[in-house]
C-alpha cells in the first residue's frame, strides 16, 4: 500500500490514527459523561448537547488561526507536535471532576486541535505536490482517512472496557496517551517531513497578522460576549447566540480573500467558499452520531445480551448487569429525578432508564439483572464501516481511472451529499418501526444509517479536503483548510442546536426527517453548481 506513495504517509497514517485514537475516545463518552448522574456532571439532554455542539463547534474553529500561525510563523512540523501535546495534557485533565478543570481540559483540546489538524491535512498534501505523486493525491487522502478510522474505531472498545473495570477518569487519561504516542511516532518520522515543511511569505494582498488580530479576533470576541449577553436566546441558548455572533468576523474575513484576491484565484477561491458553505449541513446532520444518535442507542436501542453472547461481552468487560427494579417505574421518564428532601435537593441514580419502553412482556422478573452492551460500542460503526468500505471506495475509483472515467472530486462530494441523505430515511423507518420508541429498535438500524453515510462521507470529508489542497492559491493553503475546518465548525454547532430539540419531538421520526430536509439542500446546492465547479478544476488543471 505504501510503496506507490511518499515515505511520509505511513508516519502520517500512525500519528493520525493514534491522535484519532485519543480524539475519538474522549469524544465518544464526553455526553454520556456529561449526563452520568452518579460520575458525571448530571445534565440533562439539551444541556449535555448544548455543551457537546458548542466543544466540537470550537475544536474545529481554531484550525483557522492554527492554520494561519502554521502558514506565516511556526511551520508545519513544530504547530503538530506542539497541538498534539496540548491535546493529550487535555485528555489527562479531564480525569479531575470538576467544572473549572473540565472547561480548562476543553481548552486545551480546542487550542490543540487548532495547531494539529488543519497542519497535518496540508503537510499532506504538500507532499502530493510533485509530478511522481500529484496523480495519487486522492488516494493518498483516503489512505490517511482510514488511519483516522482505525483510530476511531479501536478507541471505543478500550473506553468502554476501562469504564467498566476502572472508571471514567482512567479512560480520559488512555485519551490522553493515545494522543502522547501519536506525536512520539509523529516526531520519529521528521526527516519525511522537510520537503513540504515549508513556510509561506506574505505578499502584497495578504492580511498582516496584527491587523487579522485588529479587525478580525477582537471583534469576534466583542461579538461573542454581545452574543452571551442579548437577552431572549435567539438561538435557544447563549452559548449558541455567542458562537453564531463570534463567527461573522471570521466569515468576513474569508470574503475578503476573494475579493482581495488576484484575478486568477478569484474563482477557484470562489469555488472553495462554495463548497464550505454547502458541507456545514452535511456536518450538521453528520455529527449527530455523539448526541442524537447516542442518544438513541443508549435509550432506544435493544442492548441486551444473554447466553454464550453475553457470557463473553462480561467477559471482556464490553457488557454490565443492570438490575430490573419494579417498583421504581415511577423513574421510567427522567435520567434522574431531584427531589426535595429537608430542604435541599438530592439526585436519585438509582434506576436503569434503559427499561423504561422495554415491552411489558420482555422485562426482566423484578430484581433480575441483564446483560446489556455498553453505549460507547455504538461509536465504534461508523469507523468500522469505513475501515471496510475505504479499499473498495479506492479500488473502484482506480478502476476508473483506469477506464478515464473517474468522476472529478466536486462530483463526488455531491454525490457524498445525496448518499448521506439517504441515510437519514434509515432512521426516520427505526423511528416508525420501534412505534416512536416506545419499542426498543435492533441495533441493525443504527448499523444500516452507519453503514450508508459513511458512502457519503467517504465521498465527501477525504474529497473535500483533497479539494482544498487542489484549487487554494499556494500562499493560503493552511488558511482555506483551516476554512474547511470553520465550516465543519458551524455545522458541528448546528448539530448540537438540533439535538437540543431532540426532547421537543414527540414523534422521533420528525427529527430525522428535519436532518433529511437538510441534506437534501445541500444536495441540491452542490449539484446545481457542479458545472461550474468541474470548469474551475479544469481551468486549474486538477480532476
Known sequence: MWKKHPKALPFLFFSEMWERFGYYLMIGIFLLYLKNVEHGFSMSNKE????????????????????????????????????????????????????PMLYLSMTL????????KPNISTLLGNLYSTEEYTHRKDEGYNIFYMGINVGAFICNFFSAAIIIIWGWKYA??????????????????????KSGDVLKPMTAADMPFSKIVLTIFIPSIIAGVLGWLIPGDIFKSDSNDAFIFACLPVIYFYATLYFKAAKDEKRPIAALLAIFAAVILFWAVFKQNGTALTIWADTYTNRQVSGTTGDVFRGVKLAEDVTYKKDSVNLYDALFRLQKKDG????????????????????????EKATLWSTPLSQSINPGWVILLTPLVVSFFAFLRGKKKEPSTATKIAFGLLISALSVLVMVGAAYVSNNGAEKASAWWLMGTYGVITI???????MGLSLVSKLSPVRITSLMMG?????????????????????????????????????LIATFIIFGMLKWLNRIMKEKGVN
Open 344 to 367: 435541599k435537593v438530592v439526585k436519585e441514580f438509582n434506576y436503569p432508564t434503559y427499561f423504561k419502553n422495554v415491552e411489558p412482556a420482555k422485562l426482566p422478573a423484578d430484581g
Open 109 to 116: 483540546v480546542i487550542v490543540g486541535n487548532g495547531f494539529f
Open 456 to 462: 457519503g462521507e467517504l465521498l465527501l470529508s477525504p
Open 48 to 99: 449535555a448537547a448544548d455543551l457537546y455542539g458548542t466543544f466540537i463547534a470550537l475544536v474545529f474553529l481554531t484550525p483557522f488561526i492554527g492554520g494561519l500561525l502554521a502558514d506565516r510563523y511556526f511551520g508545519y512540523r513544530k504547530s503538530i507536535i506542539a497541538g498534539g501535546l496540548m491535546m493529550g495534557a487535555g485528555y489527562c485533565l479531564m480525569a479531575v471532576h470538576n467544572l
Open 172 to 193: 480520559f487519561v488512555a485519551a490522553g496517551i493515545g494522543m502522547f504516542l501519536g506525536v512520539i511516532i509523529f516526531i520519529t518520522g521528521t526527516k519525511h517531513y
Open 483 to 519: 476554512g474547511w475546518f470553520l465550516a465543519t465548525s458551524i455545522g458541528n454547532k448546528l448539530s448540537g442546536l438540533l439535538a437540543t430539540m431532540w426532547d421537543g419531538y414527540e414523534h422521533k421520526a420528525n427529527f430525522f426527517w428535519v436532518n433529511f430536509v437538510l441534506l
